[in-house]
């Protein structure tokens, strides 16, 4: 219970962290494009926990095989998949659509909890998820219902972060943490560095004006550092200790700490009804945390499940 506790706890700050480094990162893509800003800061992120490896952790460099480098580039790339069809649908639809869509990998990981992992969610997790899934629709939406390309772009970005939950989940019990950690954080920069190269004037990287402007290089030591290195560490090690769905409901209030952020750091104002929405993806939250009914057996063998 401590555990499962300190996992959840672990997993709040997470959100919380991405949430409120979202106003420092929409400062930094106006100056260097989005796959180049997270080129740069997924490779410091990389280059920090590999210097931590091998300053702290260097036994564990003899627990590198194909098996976990295959777990931990599979990991990567579904990361880098959500980022890219994210940025990419950004160009077509407004961000609080797709706030919202990609708010919606709160459905999709117990479905593909439920049929890749073999877990059934309990009702008090469905609940949550349905309240959630209201709540972020209030917060991002209010009475906006139409669909473009860009939507669907975000969609499938939702499916991306939805099964990197997952596979996290399924690998991070099996590796040591770290090196997952390092493996995921460095495909994410090798495919953003290819993607930057393809779309975007990548040479702005080196560019003085560009790179050492205030807005780029405190977004990129906060992110590299807080937002990437320790938040992905933080998920990599304490997913191992809850479910794939109670992640997700947790990860649901990133949009919440958003707006939040929002408030405090950029003067943006929230409306009633996004008042609303909040308070409705933080009961849904609480919903998984409350106790469900006992059965008369429960299997000693069962992880935890839902």
């Known amino acids: 219970m401590k555990k499962t506790l300190l996992a959840d706890s672990s997993l709040l700050f997470v959100a919380f962290i991405w949430g409120t480094t979202f106003v420092l990162v929409q400062n930094a893509i106006r100056v260097l494009e989005p796959m180049s800003f997270n080129a740069t800061r997924f490779f410091l992120a990389g280059m920090i926990l590999l210097l931590w490896?091998?300053?702290?952790y260097r036994s564990q460099i003899k627990q590198i095989n194909k098996k976990m480098l295959t777990a931990g580039i599979l990991m990567g790339l579904w990361l880098f998949s959500g980022y890219a069809l994210q940025t990419f649908g950004l160009l077509y639809t407004t961000s609080s659509k797709a706030g919202f869509i990609t708010g919606l990998s709160v459905v999709l990981v117990p479905l593909f909890a439920f049929f890749l992992l073999k877990q059934k969610p309990k009702p008090n997790a469905i609940l949550g998820v349905l309240v959630a899934t209201v709540g972020l629709y209030m917060l991002t939406l209010g009475d906006s219902v139409s669909v473009n390309k860009g939507d669907v772009l975000v969609f499938f970005c939702a499916i991306s972060f939805a099964l990197h939950i997952i596979f996290t989940g399924k690998y991070t019990t099996l590796f040591p943490t770290l090196l997952l950690t390092v493996t995921q954080i460095l495909t994410v920069a090798v495919l953003c560095s290819v993607f930057a190269f393809i779309f975007e004037d990548w040479k702005a990287i080196y560019s003085k004006d560009i790179l050492l402007s205030n807005e780029v290089i405190i977004a990129l030591l906060i992110t590299s550092i807080f937002a990437t290195a320790?938040?992905?560490?933080?998920?990599?090690?304490?997913?191992?200790?809850?479910?794939?769905t109670r992640v997700a409901l947790i990860f649901a209030m990133e949009p919440v700490f958003a707006a939040l952020g929002g408030y405090y750091l950029a003067d943006e104002r929230l409306t009633l009804i996004a008042i609303f929405g909040c308070l409705f993806i933080f009961v849904g939250m609480i919903f998984t945390e409350l106790p469900g009914r006992k059965k008369k057996s429960i299997q000693a063998s069962e992880h935890i499940s839902y």
Do not use: D, G, V, W
């Not at 490896?53 to 702290?56: A, D, P």
């Open 53 to 56: 490896l091998f300053l702290f």
């Open 230 to 244: 320790l938040a992905f560490f933080l998920q990599t090690n304490f997913q191992k200790y809850t479910t794939p």
